[in-house]
């Protein structure tokens, strides 16, 4: 059968407008609709109007005119939704790309604010880890690229919270970080690590020798001139250690730790800047080793205590010893405590040795009252033990524990220790009163320390220092600092022991000065407790050993 010219372009136009109607169907009902398939409705719109021109005849025409305005109603409505939902789409689109514009913002926002130091504006840790990360592998790829790292800490800044307060200490740490910026070059990086502690990479391929020229215009900076806030004149002091990148540094912590490790001896020496080198590397090799040992020595008991006797200077009577800690290494032997002592402080060690001392010191001291009654026990307590509020309990814990006197306990704490909190310091003092126990100055006069506010500090005694006592060279030679120290302690109502007492002449010229008490090698040197036993029980008085005629 033939099919009609007019079916015959009638199909394409029927084709057209179904293809039409199904497709804007589809986009009516479709949640993802677009403009371009809105273009191809409109496309297929214009292939149905070519194909009814392309009709002849005037009946098949207007029917299929008909039929063609008939479906263009239906589009004209279907498009009208769909224009409303390409808007509301386009709305959509632009409120979403604000929203990402605020999110990126508000995270480089928070990057930022993790990456740097509120108080000083400064890259913090993080940031500065990052940039000795990135140097470092440079530095590995690049063996001509060099870089440096400078540790800074402020001396006794915490006083300054203390006393001015918080607001006041923000304050100085803002100037700090301008004045070190000032100080160094535009391309290099200072940054906050925390508290009081800075440090700042310099990556300019400088010799050594200038970099320790930075390095002392740091510290020129920061003490050449007081800083002055709110009527408040503040003076600071501090050390600085440098490292430089070698092919040992691994890591960022690595070039740190050589850097803090120089800022320590710089401390320690009371230099202003030191630089880490081969020799500070075996020193701290060799102080990892001892606190490692030490950490053992612990639970091996390799511990002991030394009796160093204390005398009444007037009678010669034997009136109590000072402990003093000993370590017999197995293999090494005796090792001196100047060499284990600091490092016990620095890391800590030496909160559970001088609970270990108490106690076997008390202990001791408990069953030589059955012998001799009234004898006292000394034991120093360090000052990060002292700054510790569980002291006092610690303390009561042990007395109760040995079944000790605790008037005959003597605990002695150098002034540095005690003034470097004057409030706290009062509080613990007053507690450990509290227990009956006898508190005495250390090394007086060697410290840091205001003499208005240590005289309010509740201590029974001050121990002068034996370098004022090796000032008596002659029978007749009164050093008058020596002088002044004893008149100020008689005034006070404390007693005085003096210590490190090696000549006869010595002992002779503290007694006529009126010192009460006395030790030092030239009366007995420190001794085990098997000595000393031997010596109470067959009842030998110490007074015998010396001559004070």
């Not at 299929?64 to 279907?78: A, E, G, M, V, W």
């Not at 990126?104 to 400064?122: G, M, Q, S, W």
């Not at 990360?133 to 440079?138: G, M, N, R, V, W």
């Not at 050589?258 to 060799?286: C, R, S, T, W």
Request: aromatic share 8%; charged share 25%.
């Amino acid at each position: 059968m033939r099919i009609s010219r007019i079916k015959l372009f009638t199909l394409p136009i029927s084709l057209s407008f179904l293809c039409l109607s199904t497709i804007a169907t589809i986009v009516i009902n479709s949640k993802s609709h677009t403009l371009a398939l809105l273009n191809l409705l409109l496309f297929l719109a214009v292939v149905g109007l070519f194909s009814l021109l392309a009709v002849k005849d005037r009946e098949s025409r207007q029917k299929i005119l008909k039929n063609y305005k008939k479906n263009l109603r239906k589009l004209r409505k279907l498009n009208l939704p769909l224009q409303a939902q390409l808007l509301s789409q386009q709305e959509e689109i632009k409120f979403l790309e604000e929203e990402k514009e605020r999110i990126l913002e508000e995270r480089n926002f928070f990057e930022r604010e993790a990456l740097h130091d509120p108080i000083t504006k400064l890259p913090n840790r993080t940031f500065l880890i990052e940039k000795i990360d990135f140097l470092i592998k440079l530095c590995k790829k690049l063996p001509s690229v060099k870089f440096y790292v400078l540790f800074i800490d402020l001396l006794r800044f915490k006083n300054i919270n203390d006393y001015l307060g918080n607001t006041i200490g923000d304050r100085v740490l803002a100037l700090v970080a301008t004045r070190i910026k000032r100080a160094v070059g535009v391309e290099d990086m200072v940054a906050r690590l925390g508290g009081d502690e800075f440090a700042v990479i310099i990556s300019d391929p400088l010799s050594i020798e200038r970099t320790y020229e930075i390095a002392m215009s740091i510290y020129k900076s920061i003490t050449s001139s007081p800083f002055l806030i709110r009527k408040h004149r503040i003076e600071l002091k501090l050390h600085i250690g440098l490292a430089a990148y070698d092919h040992s540094h691994e890591g960022p912590e690595d070039i740190l730790r050589d850097a803090d490790i120089a800022m320590h001896y710089a401390k320690e020496k009371g230099l202003p800047v030191a630089f880490f080198d081969e020799n500070l590397k075996n020193q701290f090799l060799e102080s990892a080793e001892i606190e490692r040992n030490l950490r053992y020595a612990l639970k091996e008991n390799q511990f002991l205590l030394f009796y160093q006797p204390i005398i009444c200077l007037k009678s010669g009577e034997l009136v109590g010893f000072e402990a003093l800690l000993r370590w017999l290494h197995p293999e090494k032997g005796f090792i001196p405590p100047s060499k284990f002592i600091p490092i016990a402080e620095d890391s800590g060690l030496i909160i559970p040795m001088t609970d270990w001392i108490l106690t076997e010191a008390c202990s001791q001291i408990a069953k030589w009252e059955r012998i001799k009654s009234n004898l006292t026990i000394s034991v120093n307590i360090s000052g990060k033990h002292f700054a510790m509020e569980t002291l006092p309990e610690e303390v009561n814990r042990i007395i109760r524990k040995t079944g000790i006197n605790a008037n005959n306990l003597k605990l002695e704490l150098t002034e540095t220790s005690a003034m470097e909190n004057p409030t706290l310091s009062m509080s613990l003092l007053k507690d450990l009163r509290k227990l009956g126990v006898r508190l005495s100055i250390d090394d007086f006069g060697t410290g840091y320390s205001s003499l208005s506010q240590l005289c309010y500090l509740p201590f029974d005694s001050i121990k002068i220092d034996r370098s004022f006592v090796s000032l008596i060279s002659k029978e007749d030679e009164k050093p008058e600092i020596l002088k002044a120290i004893i008149t100020l302690g008689k005034n006070l109502g404390m007693t005085l022991v003096a210590e490190g007492i090696e000549t006869k002449e010595q002992l002779k010229v503290l007694r006529s000065m009126g010192c009460d008490y006395g030790q030092g090698y030239f009366i007995a040197k420190p001794m085990p407790k098997e000595e000393v036993e031997k010596n109470l029980l067959s009842q030998k008085n110490l007074y015998q050993l010396v001559t004070l005629h």
